[in-house]
């Protein structure tokens, strides 16, 4: 039985394999439309989340399953003080397969360590999100054209961002990337991230205004300042606006880069940019639905 807890979980083979899959998926629905039939998915969602546990409903939906779940820890019998270790055994019993998102970091894995069924990390806490990572990956791969041979920002919150950091650790294993970390000093990329880079001999660069690397990159990755990881909302406050992606900034971009968010957007990019072909952000939030079609046919072995 396999777990997904780190996008560096699969290899870059299985990746490809998996993107293949989804893209196929993306092209045939209708080949997948039972391949799920009687298999049921349950979503355990201790934090708030739009995209991610419904895309995942959406997605054992279109594939034939049915799902089950809590979309919050009040609503769960975590507010009467169970572990996520009872409750995976639990829930074991009745799904065969779950996605769970949890503030603290390294949940999911408790969770996997005493789960009979195959657990996704669905976020926990500021550590990973592999899920968004498989998402990313396939939407660079697909409008980018190839996984490596960029140059790409990574701006806003690269100290809680957790989508960014399992999105460096993934493209780490590919060629010719440039990373441009472009945050204010208080949100910039972790150590441990920072010594894999190292470690690897990538090359990166960090700074601090978007405007004075914008022109170079191929790949603008935008996130939002993570207000509930913050200690407390005056430093939040002074942050959240740090960045704004506007129209006249993209006026110093390349013709082709492509805008990338794991969303929700708060204020760092204005909606004017929405209409702007390089911004992707809501073709990469479908492609999450046929990649986590993907990754639930890949671990359930179907
Ligand atoms: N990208 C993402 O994780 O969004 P949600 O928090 O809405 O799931």
């Known amino acids: 039985m396999r777990h997904l807890m780190n996008p560096l979980d699969f290899t870059t083979d299985e990746l490809e394999k998996l993107f293949d899959l989804a893209q196929d998926i993306s092209e045939n629905p209708a080949k997948y439309a039972h391949v799920c039939d009687g298999r ?11 995209r ?9 939906t279109r594939l034939g399953g049915r799902v089950l779940g809590f979309s919050e820890a009040s609503s769960s019998s975590a507010a009467k003080g169970e572990s996520v270790s009872d409750t995976i055994r639990v829930i074991s019993s009745y799904a065969d397969i779950c ?17 009979l069924i195959p657990v996704i990390n669905a976020g926990d806490g500021g550590h ?3 899920t968004q990572t498989l998402t990313d990956l396939m939407t660079i791969r697909t409008l980018n054209g190839s996984l490596g041979n960029f140059t790409i920002g990574l ?8 989508t960014v950091h399992s999105l460096i650790e993934a493209l780490l294993r590919y060629d010719n990337i440039k990373f441009i970390f472009i945050s204010p000093p208080e949100l910039r990329i972790p150590d441990y991230i920072t010594d ?6 990538a090359e990166y660069e960090e700074v601090i205004r978007l405007e004075d690397s914008i022109g170079d990159l ?5 996130t939002r300042v993570q207000r509930e990881r913050f200690f407390n909302e005056e430093d939040y406050v002074r942050l959240k606006d740090f960045y704004i992606l506007t129209n006249e900034k993209l006026q110093l971009a390349k013709e082709k880069m492509l805008i990338l968010h794991p969303l929700p957007r708060v204020n760092e990019i204005s909606v004017e940019v929405d209409d702007d072909p390089r911004a992707v952000y809501f073709k990469q939030a479908k492609y999450g639905v046929y990649v986590r079609m993907a990754l639930i046919m890949t671990l359930l072995e179907l």
């Open 52 to 60: 991610t546990r419904l895309s995942f409903e959406s997605a054992m």
């Open 155 to 162: 701006c806003g919150d690269l100290k809680f961002g957790r």
């Open 40 to 50: 049921i998915l349950a979503t355990c969602f201790y934090e708030p989340s739009t």
């Open 128 to 130: 990973q999100h592999p």
């Open 99 to 115: 996605a769970m998102r949890h503030p603290k970091e390294g949940a999911p894995m408790v969770a996997a360590t005493r789960s």
């Open 218 to 222: 191929d790949i603008l990755y935008m």
């Open 196 to 201: 894999q880079l190292n470690a690897k001999g």
